[in-house]
């Protein structure tokens, strides 16, 4: 439901945009390494960690930093996944501290019509809903995530729930405008960024790894909520396959 992230070892210790060395068939060619930048836009106070971790206590609660995150490099400066700001989303939900997702980019020097690439992990409002804040950038979502959630997800027997009809007619729009770009499973992207469907949060979620100078920053998105569900191998309790999410 909410950004919350993984991220390898190497922290956020001022990663540049320094060319690194990959090994691929044709010996060492050069890609780019990223700055990743974690952007808070708001905060939801006490949720239940037992709708974020299976099998925790039902009385533990904890506040989530709702996240965009900026990746600059390469020539490309991406937000992976665009969080939310429609009105009727806040009628729902308890929401602290809010800044709109593009005011908040702005506020890291980055504004809406600079952004090249927006990664979607997936359809759920709190990550689709501010797709169109951001009017130039290429859109990335799973193909699987969304035949399914403008299609089969509103047919009888489907599963929408976290999908605001909004958000898809958007994802439609920008289809139509040319800016939308569907991934078919894992694969790299853009230059060094590559995604990876698993976990199944939603019908295909996918997670983000970009390159720095210090590692890979792996941004899980809600395929794993907290690093207690990896330290417990404990999987999400919002899965499609719990076995898959594991």
């Known amino acids: 439901m909410m950004a919350v992230l993984l991220f390898s070892a190497a922290m956020w210790d001022g990663f540049s945009a320094r060319p690194v060395l990959d090994p ?8 780019p390494a990223y700055e990743v930048d974690a952007i808070q836009y708001a905060v939801l106070p006490d949720f239940p960690v037992a709708e974020l971790v299976e099998g925790a206590d039902k009385d533990r609660k904890l506040d989530i930093a709702m996240m965009v995150w900026l990746a600059r490099g390469g020539g490309h400066t991406i937000v992976i996944d665009s969080g939310f700001y429609r009105p009727q989303l806040f009628k729902s939900w308890k929401v602290r ?32 809903d501010g797709v169109y804040l951001f009017p130039k950038a290429t859109v990335w979502i799973q193909k699987d995530e969304y035949m399914y959630y403008t299609g089969s ?14 958000d898809m007619a958007a994802l ?30 939603t019908w295909a979620s996918q997670y983000v790894t970009v390159p720095t100078r210090s590692g890979p920053v792996i ?12 330290e417990k191998h404990a999987p999400i309790a919002q899965t499609f396959d719990r076995q898959s999410n594991l």
């Open 219 to 230: 941004l899980a998105s809600d395929n794993m909520y907290l690093y207690e569900n990896l």
């Open 24 to 31: 691929s068939e044709d010996g060492l060619r050069t890609r």
């Open 97 to 128: 501290a809010f800044v709109r997702p593009d005011e908040a980019v702005a506020r890291a020097g980055v504004k809406a019509d600079e952004v090249t690439d927006v990664i979607l992990t997936h359809a759920h409002w709190d990550h689709a």
């Open 153 to 166: 997800a509103w047919q009888p027997g489907g599963k929408h729930g976290g999908i605001d009809p909004d």
């Open 172 to 201: 439609l729009r920008i289809n139509t405008q040319g800016r939308l770009r569907l991934v078919d499973g894992d694969q790299e992207i853009l230059p060094g960024v590559r995604v990876y469907t698993g976990g199944r949060h």
